[in-house]
Each structure stands twice: as structure tokens, then as C-alpha cells.
């Protein structure tokens, strides 16, 4: 089956910690997202991803960290700079451009705590 | 700024009946419009969408129309079932630049009651 896995679903952080999240999809998808979830916030874009060795900042980027060197993985690293870290992360991916809304697939989310 | 606005945080509805889930936008530049439905500590699922160009389109139990001029947009679940029952996101996204990445509302929870 094709989806998306996130990795560890459940993390808890010391603070000054940094923590990685993997996020790794078989669906041949070209761009890849992070997104986090507040409660009352929505989903927020952290980082996106269009293509491979490629990414863009999101509107809360800062305090995190990702990489693309593979198309089918795009981990998020929180490092201690980011002030708020607890919080749902989501990862998405779609294929990017052509016609037609870009429909995003998401993964079942990591649940941060920083202790 | 919060470009998608979802003014209401939750809605009751009984079991049978419609329920109209109400979405405004600021950026005249969203060309796409679509609908995710999210479980607790779950991946939001996408739903439908909606290309600008349109004021309908429909799915089954589920459809969303557009009225451009206002910047609004409502997802309407008719008969409304208990499985429902979640958190509904409307989202937007411009057809060019930003990666496409989804611009979200803050959510409105719904809760189908039998």
C-alpha cells in the first residue's frame, strides 16, 4: 500500500534536546511538506520540499531544520532553538504542479512533548 | 496574516440533517479550494475540492460552492451521519509559486449527534 510513514508517533524531549522526525513516502511524489498542529491553531507550513536537494521555509520555520536528499524522505529536526516545540507534526507530500488542485497526502503525525 | 478563516470553532448537528461548514478567504490569488477532515491524532484526509473558475462541485454526500466575489466557500454534508462527526479544514492554495503548499484554517469540529 502507498502512504506516507511518520516516525515516532509518540516523542518526548528533554529541553535543549534537538529531536528528528522521519517522514518517508512511497508514492513517487515529488514535493513533501511539514506542517504542525496546535490546538486552535490549524495547520501551520513549517518547510516544503519541491524537489530532491531542495526547500523551502514555511511561515514558522524558525527553530527548525530539514533535509531532502532523497525523494522519498524528508525528515524535520526541532533544535533547542525553536522556543515551543511541543506540538502534532504533519507530513504531506502530493505531486506538485500540473492541473487540478494539489491535493496533499498526509501521514498519521508525531506527537512531540518537551519535558 | 491568516489568509483562510474558518469563523466558527464547532458545530452541532443531528444525525440526518445538513450541516454547513462556512470558510472565508483573503488572497484573491487562491486558485484551488479544498476540504480535509481530521480525526484525533490522526492525518487530516482530503475530502473535495474546488477550482475558482467553479461555484459547485459535488461528491456524494458532500459539496462545496464558491461565491468568488464574497471570498467564501462552504462544504455542505447531506444526511449528515454520526462517522461525521471530526474536524473539517478548509484550505487554499495559489496555482503558482509557494511550492503549492496548502494555506489552512483554523478548523471548525463537528459533531453529528444520533
Known amino acids: 500500500d502507498g502512504g506516507i510513514t511518520q516516525s515516532p508517533k509518540y516523542l518526548f524531549r528533554k529541553e535543549g534536546q534537538n529531536v528528528t522526525l522521519s517522514c518517508e513516502q512511497n508514492l513517487n511524489h515529488d514535493a513533501m511538506y511539514w506542517y504542525r498542529q496546535d490546538p486552535g491553531q490549524g495547520l501551520r507550513l513549517i518547510y516544503y520540499?519541491?524537489?530532491?536537494?531542495?526547500?523551502q521555509k514555511g511561515d514558522i520555520a524558525e527553530g527548525y531544520s530539514v533535509s531532502r536528499e532523497k525523494k522519498e524522505s524528508f525528515p524535520l529536526t526541532v533544535t533547542s532553538a525553536q522556543k515551543n516545540p511541543t506540538a502534532f507534526y504533519l507530513c504531506?507530500?502530493?505531486?506538485?504542479?500540473?492541473?487540478?488542485?494539489?491535493?496533499?497526502?498526509f501521514g498519521a503525525g508525531s506527537r512531540l512533548t518537551v519535558l | 496574516d491568516q489568509q483562510v478563516k474558518q469563523n466558527s470553532p464547532s458545530l452541532s448537528v443531528q444525525e440526518g440533517r445538513i450541516s454547513i461548514l462556512n470558510c472565508d478567504y483573503t488572497n484573491s490569488m487562491f486558485d484551488y479550494f479544498l476540504w480535509y477532515k481530521k480525526y484525533p491524532a490522526e492525518g487530516p484526509t482530503f475530502l473535495i475540492s474546488?477550482?475558482?473558475?467553479?461555484d459547485k462541485n459535488e461528491d456524494g454526500r458532500f459539496t462545496v460552492f464558491l461565491n468568488k466575489s464574497a471570498k467564501h466557500l462552504s462544504l455542505h454534508i447531506v444526511p449528515s451521519q454520526p462517522g461525521d462527526s471530526a474536524v473539517y479544514f478548509c484550505a487554499a492554495t495559489p496555482n503558482s509559486n509557494s511550492g503549492y503548499a496548502l494555506n489552512f484554517g483554523k478548523g471548525t469540529s463537528l459533531l453529528v449527534t444520533p
Open positions: 474546488i477550482s475558482s473558475i467553479k
Open positions: 520540499s519541491q524537489i530532491v536537494n531542495d526547500f
Open positions: 504531506a507530500s502530493s505531486n506538485r504542479g500540473g492541473s487540478g488542485a494539489n491535493v496533499l497526502t
